[in-house]
């Protein structure tokens, strides 16, 4: 069975300008979720979609947005970028809103912003 | 709010010898915690959940809501447990995510 799969695996920009990452869960997933991690700080909870739905958001500027596409995919875009934007951005993907815990992991996407 | 806290950023015990890493939480439900680990290379991965009661790779933690902690044990440590390791909390009703604490390096020494 194949895992959560994210792209690009690497994303240099720079400040001011938009990124754009992608995220396919596990067959049969409903729920993403978006992972912030940067140095030091451990995993910061950006978003929650499911069934195409935002159901939640974590403690971040509306620049930070995204979408759920009806195959469950998932988009997360960050415009105006900043430098402490730079992170290892991880999705992750569960069964749906009513299970409970256990998230699947991708291997995250790296950006850079110089 | 809730908050899960990991006080140590790095532990480094021998081989053989117990490991305790901890995790303390706050928060005004009734709380869901779980340990995810990642090893070198690999992804970030569920290691268990206090609901289960279980004991995975010889770990094992209980939560104590008394002390508010869900610490996790292991009597021997084995070189292989050397990984990042994760606690994180889940809410209850309909915003259910899973807040993570900020780690703990685990190194186990020859």
């Known amino acids: 069975e194949a895992g959560v799969t994210q792209s690009p695996t690497h994303l240099i920009k720079t400040r001011g300008q938009q990124a754009t990452l992608r995220c396919s869960p596990i067959?049969?997933?409903?729920?993403v979720y978006w992972y912030q991690q940067a140095l030091g700080l451990g995993l910061q909870f950006l978003l929650w979609?499911?069934?195409?739905?935002?159901?939640n958001r974590g403690n971040f500027p509306p620049r930070f947005s995204g979408r759920q596409f009806p195959n469950y995919s998932s988009e997360l875009n960050v415009n105006a970028l900043e430098l402490e934007d730079s992170a290892l951005y991880l999705c992750?993907?569960?069964?749906?809103?009513?299970?409970?815990?256990?998230?699947?992991f991708g291997e995250g996407s790296r950006l850079t912003v110089l | 709010a809730q908050r899960v806290t990991q006080p140590e950023k790095l532990l480094s015990v021998f081989k053989g010898a117990p490991v305790e890493l901890k995790c303390n939480y706050s928060y005004s439900g009734s709380p869901e915690l779980f340990w995810y680990v990642q090893y070198s290379r690999q992804r970030l991965q569920l290691l268990l959940r206090h609901i289960s009661r279980e004991s995975i790779k010889g770990f094992t933690a209980d939560l104590n809501k008394g002390e508010t902690s869900f610490h996790l044990k292991k009597p021997f440590a084995q070189e292989e447990d050397s990984a990042m390791y994760y606690c994180a909390l889940i809410s209850s009703g309909s915003a259910r995510q899973l807040t993570f604490g900020s780690g703990t390096q685990l190194t186990v020494l020859p």
């Open positions: 067959s049969g997933h409903t729920s």
């Open positions: 992750a993907s569960s069964p749906g809103v009513r299970r409970t815990g256990e998230l699947f």
């Open positions: 979609y499911d069934e195409g739905e935002e159901r």
